[in-house]
């Protein structure tokens, strides 16, 4: 009788899923053991770029290079397996397909810092979309991989950090920031260790309480340049304004989501007194967080390319050592998402100051041979 109530009840329930429900198991299906093995290499890799020293290495350049290919093999797939049913991360995962494919090309170059930087923003690329929950069970050998590594303290806890084991990493963040001021003075770790603290409390724990004890800490320091103690009161002033917002209803619809977003984005941009100033990034790391749930849920065109756009002005400012180079692939994703709109010709503005900025000088421009044709192609599009 059990049996052919539940086979009942089974039957029903495949008879009322609508062909899109079906189609979404489906695809989540086919996504998850893609996930984890690109997880699993982007492990491997961030524990070979976790280290400076073992990085330069000549006897892992082959590792890099294989698990880089292997990567963009995984990658290259995400946007279709994606695209049926959730239009926003599937923009998501086409901007990180064509990370990876730059990254490729960037691995003959062979210059390890460059290569370094660009492989830790690959790994960011899962912070930067599941930041809702850290990993559980898949990290139990997580302590001997770390200790095997013989990394320093903020070394770790980068490490921790990309690969999204969160409490251990805000753990150790939280060690550093206790040093002695006499330690901790003599090293530039200090300021990055307490960004990407408050990172992990606003982005991933979403907790004010957490990110104004943060803060506090940091604030009673008496080794602090007058300048770095500036942006400590501008983002605990922000914090406390968060601290009085009402909590947006989960179940709200993709418009909600982009419209604290781009609230968020304005509000960072009256805290700051020029462009690259970083007074704002409380609002601004939050406005990721909106955007990115906005991308989440379904959207029509016209607001994930806002999100997008989003999403590129915040990480412009933000500069995220752990994702590097993001604005400009979240703003050609905007441009290419829906050419010929306003959002398009915003996208394509900002697109082109900060990609050409690093290679402005005295001398005026000085841009890559395939420079010209891409911004013409970007400015084509968006007009």
Request: glycine share 4%; aromatic share 8%; proline share 5%.
């Amino acid at each position: 009788m059990k049996t052919t109530l539940f086979l009942s009840v089974f039957s029903f329930l495949s008879l009322i899923l609508t062909p899109a429900a079906r189609a979404e198991q489906a695809s989540t299906e086919e996504l998850k053991p893609m996930m984890n093995q690109n997880f699993a290499t982007i492990l491997e890799l961030q524990e070979i770029a976790a280290s400076p020293e073992s990085f330069r290495k000549a006897a892992n350049y082959a590792k890099i290079v294989a698990l880089i290919d292997r990567l963009e093999g995984i990658a290259h797939v995400m946007p279709e397996v994606t695209g049926a049913t959730r239009p926003g991360l599937s923009a998501v995962a086409s901007v990180y397909s064509e990370y990876l494919a730059d990254l490729k090309e960037a691995a003959k170059s062979g210059n390890p810092v460059y290569l370094r930087n660009r492989i830790r923003t690959a790994t960011g690329f899962c912070f930067e979309c599941h930041t809702s929950s850290a990993t559980g069970k898949t990290f139990r050998d997580g302590g001997r991989r770390l200790d095997a590594l013989k990394l320093t303290p903020f070394q770790k806890a980068e490490f921790l950090a990309a690969t999204r084991q969160f409490d251990k990493a805000i753990s150790l963040y939280q060690d550093i920031l206790a040093k002695e001021p006499s330690v901790a003075a003599r090293s530039t770790e200090l300021p990055h260790a307490v960004r990407n603290a408050l990172t992990i409390a606003v982005r991933v724990k979403q907790d004010p309480k957490l990110a104004q004890e943060i803060l506090d800490r940091v604030h009673a320091r008496k080794d602090l340049s007058g300048f770095f103690r500036g942006q400590i009161e501008a983002w605990k002033k922000d914090v406390g304004e968060w601290k009085r917002e009402k909590s947006l209803d989960p179940s709200a619809p993709a418009v909600s989501w982009l419209e604290k977003a781009r609230r968020l984005v304005d509000r960072a941009q009256t805290l700051q007194t020029y462009q690259a100033d970083h007074a704002g990034d409380v609002s601004y790391l939050r406005a990721v967080s909106f955007a990115q749930e906005t991308l989440a849920r379904p959207t029509t065109p016209e607001q994930k390319a806002e999100a997008l756009r989003i999403l590129g002005v915040s990480h412009s400012v933000l500069e995220d050592p752990l994702l590097w180079n993001l604005d400009e692939y979240y703003l050609e994703a905007c441009v290419t998402g829906l050419p010929h709109s306003e959002t398009a010709k915003k996208c394509f503005d900002r697109w082109l100051q900060e990609t050409t900025f690093g290679f402005s000088g005295s001398q005026g421009l000085d841009l890559p041979p395939d420079m010209p044709a891409r911004i013409d192609r970007l400015r084509e599009l968006a007009e």
